[in-house]
């Protein structure tokens, strides 16, 4: 038994030897996971478009109108171009790129609120650009609500009008509403993913070039090593960089800690297995520069699955990839119980041991099959 512990501990550390000696491999699955952590977030870091330029026509000038003005200057996501009673002047300037939307106060309005009337404000948005168009959407429906609910309050024992109970938006796990949010959440765990599966392929193909059989000893020891560093890899990403970030985690903090060795391991069986295939260190990234993206589209997190062909949602779903970027979305951002977890966890377990036995009998035969 002991000389099994040092047979296994000689193993590992070569493995360790062996990436560090090896510059693109130490890259690929260890400085990597620093340069992704800055690199992805950085660019996402302005989440919200703000100061979007609006237009108003204010055709009644009224005590109103004026309120509504006021309490849309205040909002941080639009920003006032110009205040016109001319509403072709207005069209003008959307036409001229010069604003994104047009807020439209007509001449009836004080009495269509007095009155309980149908009707009211106008709001014209381009198209050209659906974030922006999203952000004024959201800047001016607050604004104008709080406005119009003020005045309102001053005809409420001579009309019968009554202000709509407001519908309030709570995301379910992307509470800023942020695209890096929504983003790199989604993102890190395919970052683990593709490093591992690019690391490995590289380290196990150059093994193989030698002609190179492991024993189970071996074999063990390998995994270990790649769990170990992928581990890591997850706990700094999901730790340090979302914290860094302000983006939501620690939903389920024990589920992710159960989670991520499952998901680790289910990445390391699918590597060997993809490694056992290649004659060259080189082949590995010839694969993992083309699978990266169709990898994320078909986790469902940029498109949804029910919107994609069955075929495909089958397909997306047999992924370890897959179950691991809703696993730990669900996990880290939404904190789920454990339970609703489950059949990923059985399902990413069932698939690295098939993956790992599998990859095992392939590296174990003649290195040229």
Known sequence: MKNNFKKFLHFYLKTFKDILGNSSIFTTLVLSIFLYSFFYPTAYKAEHAESLPIVIVDEEQSLISSRIITQVSNSPNVKIKAVTGNFAEAEMMIKNQQADGILLLPNNLTN???????????????????????????????????????QA?????????????????????????????????????????????????MLLAGYRIQHWRPNKMEFFAIFSS?????????????????WLYDYPHGGNFW???????????????????????????????????FTSIPLFLLSGTAWPHAAMPEWIQWLGNLLPSTQGIQMFIQLNQMGVPLQIVIPKMIYLSTMAAILLIWSYFRLTQNPKN
């Not at 709001?123 to 650009?129: G, K, P, R």
């Not at 004024?136 to 709080?146: D, F, N, Q, Y």
């Not at 938006?169 to 490093?195: E, M, R």
């Not at 560093?229 to 700094?236: A, K, N, Q, T, V």
């Open 226 to 242: 790649i769990l170990t560093i992928g581990c890591l890899g997850c706990f700094y990403l999901f730790g340090f960089t979302f």
């Open 112 to 150: 269509s609120i007095r009155r309980g009337e149908i009707g009211g404000v106008g709001l014209y948005l381009s198209a050209a650009n659906f974030l922006k168009t999203k952000q004024i959407g959201l800047g001016l429906a607050s604004s104008i609500e709080h406005a119009v609910a003020q």
């Open 255 to 289: 589920g992710m800690l159960l989670g991520v060795p499952i998901f680790i391991s289910s990445v390391i069986g699918l590597s060997m297995l993809f490694a056992s295939f290649l004659d060259l260190p080189e082949r590995a990234g010839h694969v993992f520069v």
């Open 153 to 201: 309050e001053k005809f409420g024992q001579i009309s019968h009008f009554n202000l709509a109970l407001s519908i309030h938006q709570i995301p379910l796990f992307n509470t800023l509403s942020g695209y890096g949010s929504y983003v790199f959440p989604a993102i890190a765990p395919l970052i683990v993913h593709q490093t591992i599966l690019l690391g490995l392929g």
